[in-house]
């Protein structure tokens, strides 16, 4: 498949997901395919992607992915896309704050025959739990001691 080709199917798995057409996800994604995160959470196979996708739906039943931008090399797309909704029922044990999420993603995917096999999705889940009022503003990426007192953050 070309470049265009798998960018197509992004497209595809978004409409997919903004329809809450869940069922449909077989048209895009291998059956064995792999979900994953910079968090930790890996889930394969289409079914248990599937239903991470209906729980968010029970917990932002007005969840929407708009693409921001993607680009492609072989059988690798990269996109950056923007998740919001409102969180209007129980979400990870968190019960509905009726508060909405907006937030970036970027996501590496892979294709293998036109279906996504391998999808590595990364985003800042500190900003989307304190956007559900889940953690409370002060805390700190790093917890209490970051940065340590008196220290300088830079890029090497």
């Given at each position: 498949?070309?470049?265009?080709?798998?960018?197509?199917?992004?497209?595809?798995?978004?409409?997919?997901?903004?329809?809450?057409?869940?069922?449909?996800?077989?048209?895009?994604?291998?059956?064995?395919?792999?979900?994953?995160?910079?968090?930790?959470i890996e889930l394969r196979g289409l079914e248990a992607y599937r239903?991470?996708?209906?729980?968010?739906?029970?917990?932002?039943?007005d969840f929407e992915?708009?693409?921001?931008?993607?680009?492609?090399?072989?059988?690798?797309?990269?996109?950056?896309?923007?998740?919001?909704?409102t969180h209007q029922g129980e979400f990870m044990g968190i019960q509905a704050s009726d508060k909405k999420a907006d937030y970036l993603v970027a996501?590496?995917?892979?294709?293998?025959?036109?279906?996504?096999?391998?999808e590595l999705d990364f985003y800042d889940g500190l900003t989307f739990m304190r956007q559900l009022g889940a953690v409370d503003e002060e805390v700190k990426p790093g917890g209490e001691q970051w940065p340590a007192d008196g220290a300088t953050l830079r890029a090497q």
């Open positions: 498949m070309t470049v265009e080709e798998n960018k197509e199917a992004i497209r595809r798995l978004f409409n997919i997901f903004n329809a809450h057409d869940f069922s449909r996800m077989d048209e895009v994604c291998d059956e064995d395919v792999i979900y994953r995160t910079a968090s930790g239903d991470v996708m209906r729980q968010l739906h029970e917990g932002f039943p992915y708009s693409l921001e931008d993607m680009v492609g090399e072989g059988n690798r797309i990269h996109c950056t896309y923007r998740y919001t909704g996501s590496a995917c892979q294709f293998e025959e036109g279906k996504l096999v391998d």
